[in-house]
Structure formats: structure tokens, C-alpha cells
């Protein structure tokens, strides 16, 4: 019971293969009180629904890009929990056309909107959220190797993430006075619906399990017990990183 005693919100379950749901179960399992947020109408059945399956305390809306939003979700979390201990930001987005054609054929406004969705809004997260932890706290967002590696297809969204991944040192500097600590996990490639969206994701899968050390796929719940870790005090010395769970692939040169 890692986390016995502490709330965490959980920002970017869309469905039951989503990592935040694997992170979900993992926090539950570890005696946290968990908040779940659905992003529209869209996923608010699905996400009540599995909210009620973990035993969740709380669901409420939330359109990272929608500053209003953001706001009425702390003034509800004032009410409802008053502290939060732990956020987990996993949270993506780009057009699906610039995850497949040539990176040099990405548009302005394909470029901004994988900005602002995949590592703007965790700035825009922290801000909201870092009121909330009085006593210090984790926040953790979720990457990927295309950040600072090519990555066939990734393209804007690798430029996203390299954004996401400097976003959170540098919050993880302003906000380590606080005692609130800002941390990433690179998680292997998982089969969920944002990694479909990749082109050629079985292909990629399927060369990631043949030349990564572990010789296998990741498993979410690997990157679930990792934040686990993050959150819990067992962390507490960890921040402004950047943490594999890849069953060791970026460690790989030629295989
Ligand atoms: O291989 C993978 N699946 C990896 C994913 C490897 C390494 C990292 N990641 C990252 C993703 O880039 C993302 O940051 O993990 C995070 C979670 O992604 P996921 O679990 O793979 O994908 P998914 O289940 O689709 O969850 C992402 C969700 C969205 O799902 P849909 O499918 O509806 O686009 O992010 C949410 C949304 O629910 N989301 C938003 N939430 C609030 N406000 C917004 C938004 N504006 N946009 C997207």
C-alpha cells in the first residue's frame, strides 16, 4: 500500500487500453484515493464506467486546452479532496495525416496543435495543479524515444514530446522548492488508440520486441508500477527525469 493516504488525479484515461488506466488500477491497488478525468462527452461513459470498476473517489471534465476547464476542475478538487498528492498527465494529440505523411510536409497548424495538446498543456497542468499541493507532490507526464531519436512516422509529435520533455525540467526546477517534484516516463511502444494512429505501429512493435534486451513489448502496467514509484515517497529523490520503461530498448545502438 504505496500509497496509502495520498489522492492522485489522473488526467488521459480515454478507454480500457489507455496507460492512465493501467496507472489507474496500479494506484487503487496501492490505497490511493483516485480522481479521473474524461476530456468530452465523447469518453464520459467510458471513463464513468471504468471510475467505477477501480472505486474511484471522483470523475470530472477536463479539456486541458481549455483554460476554463482547468479552473473549474480545481475549484471542484478545492471542494471535493483539497490536496492532491500525485497527477499523472498522459496526454496526447496530433492529426493523424502528420503521423504518417514526410515530417517536411507538416503543417503550421498540425505543428501547434501537437504543441499545445502534448506538452503545452502540461504547463498549463502544473500551474492549476501545484496549488493544490501544499506539502509538496508528484507530478509525472508520460514521453516516448521520438523525442530526442527519429522515429519513422512519429514525426511531429517526437517534436512534441522532445517540447514536453524540456517543459518538465524546467518545471521540475521552479517548482522543486516546493517539494513538488516533475518527472517523465518514456514508455516502450504500447498498443493503444493514440499509437494507432502512428503509421506502421505493428511493424514498429514488432522490431521493438525483437532488439530490445528484455527481447518483449512493453507492458502498461510496467509503466504503472513505475509511477507508482514516482508518486509514492519511495521517490522522493527523483526529479527532472526522464525514466525508461522500455524493457531497455534506448539503450540500443545497431542490433
Ligand atoms: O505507445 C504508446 N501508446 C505510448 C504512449 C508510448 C510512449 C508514450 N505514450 C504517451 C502518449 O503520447 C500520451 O502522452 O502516453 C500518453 C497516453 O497515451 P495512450 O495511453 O497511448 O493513448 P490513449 O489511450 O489514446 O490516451 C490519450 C488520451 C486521449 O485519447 P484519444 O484516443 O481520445 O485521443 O489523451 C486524452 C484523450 O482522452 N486527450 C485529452 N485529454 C484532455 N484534454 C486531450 C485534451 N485536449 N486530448 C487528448
Known amino acids: 500500500m504505496l500509497l496509502s493516504g495520498k489522492t492522485a488525479l489522473v488526467l ?18 496501492e ?10 462527452e465523447r469518453q464520459k461513459a467510458t471513463v464513468e464506467d471504468l471510475s467505477a470498476e477501480l472505486k474511484a473517489f471522483k470523475v470530472l471534465p477536463c479539456d486541458v486546452t481549455k483554460p476554463e476547464e482547468l479552473d473549474s476542475l480545481v475549484s471542484q478538487l478545492r471542494i471535493d479532496a483539497g490536496r492532491i498528492d500525485a497527477c499523472v498527465h ?3 494529440f496530433a492529426n493523424r495525416e502528420d503521423l504518417s505523411r514526410p515530417f517536411l510536409e507538416t503543417s503550421r497548424d498540425g505543428f501547434l496543435l501537437a504543441q499545445e495538446v502534448s506538452a503545452y ?10 496549488p493544490l499541493m ?4 508528484s507530478i509525472q507526464t508520460l ?4 523525442s530526442t531519436r527519429v522515429v519513422t512516422n512519429y514525426n511531429v509529435m517526437g517534436v512534441a514530446k522532445a517540447s514536453l520533455e524540456a517543459s518538465m525540467r524546467y518545471l521540475a526546477s521552479e517548482l522543486g522548492s516546493k517539494n513538488i517534484r516533475v518527472n517523465a516516463i518514456s514508455a516502450g511502444p504500447i498498443k493503444t488508440a493514440s499509437a494507432r494512429a502512428v503509421k506502421d505501429l505493428t511493424k514498429m512493435l514488432d522490431a521493438f520486441a525483437e532488439h530490445a ?3 518483449r513489448n512493453t507492458d502498461p502496467a510496467e509503466v504503472a508500477d513505475t509511477s507508482v514509484f514516482l508518486a509514492s515517497d519511495l521517490g522522493r529523490g527523483v526529479t527532472g527525469n526522464v525514466i525508461f520503461v522500455d524493457a531497455g530498448f534506448q539503450i540500443m545502438g545497431l542490433a
Open 143 to 146: 514521453t516516448y524515444l521520438g
Open 12 to 29: 488521459g484515461i480515454a478507454n480500457r487500453w489507455s496507460i492512465a488506466y493501467a496507472i489507474s488500477a496500479a494506484y487503487v491497488r
Open 121 to 130: 498543456s502540461l504547463v498549463a497542468v502544473a500551474r492549476a495543479i501545484a
Open 213 to 215: 534486451p528484455l527481447r
Open 90 to 92: 498522459s496526454i496526447a
Open 134 to 137: 501544499p506539502d509538496g507532490g
Open 31 to 40: 490505497g490511493a484515493k483516485l480522481i479521473l478525468t474524461y476530456q468530452s
